[in-house]
């Protein structure tokens, strides 16, 4: 378990990014987004060079030029690897992020299209799992378990043959 704190409201609230695996990845990097503070990404790299499966958990500003430079920031970090998964509360819609930003030259998929936002009467799809072309997806759910005002994601993918390696900290028997 990461935790990424990125506004400490004390009792009232603490917002923030998180990651749960199975894995252990090979790397963890924290990085505060630019742009107005409380918002930040979470670089978790499983395997060795540009083979490696890279996942960035992220939460993005609501405005557009922000949310733009934070892209940027988050397509610079990317740009040396083929297999990526992009994830998080994007504040935007999936077709702003794969055809107006600094992503859209990296032909990710954005299988998800029920409403996320917010969690208690869904009108919005603000939240994101964005694969890279080298990634499969075998399933995509929105949960209903209204834990906070988004509700969240899940997806299942394959992965390449050059994720099934010795890079992995743990045998991946069952692991697609």
Excluded at 65 to 91: F, K, P, S
Excluded at 141 to 160: C, F, M, N, Y
């Amino acid at each position: 378990w990461y935790q990424q704190l990125n506004r400490n409201l004390g009792r009232f609230a603490q917002h923030s990014n998180g990651v749960l695996s199975r894995l252990e990845p090979q790397g963890l990097e924290d990085h505060p987004l630019p742009g107005p503070s409380g918002r930040g990404a979470i670089l978790l790299k499983f395997g060795e060079g540009e083979d490696a499966l890279v996942v960035v958990v992220m939460h993005l500003a609501l405005g557009g030029g922000a949310r733009t430079r934070q892209l940027a920031y988050i397509r610079e970090l990317i740009g040396g690897y083929r297999h990526q998964v992009l994830m998080g509360d994007m504040n935007t819609h999936a077709s702003d992020l794969l055809e107006n930003s600094p992503l859209r030259d990296l032909g990710l998929q954005a299988p998800q299209i029920a409403a996320t936002f917010p969690s208690w009467r869904p009108q919005r799809c603000l939240d994101h799992i964005l694969l890279s072309p080298s990634l499969t997806l075998e399933r995509v759910d929105v949960l209903a378990q209204a834990t906070s005002d988004h509700l969240p994601v899940a997806v299942e993918i394959r992965l390449p043959d050059a994720l099934h390696g010795n890079a992995w900290p743990i045998p991946v028997d069952g692991i697609k």
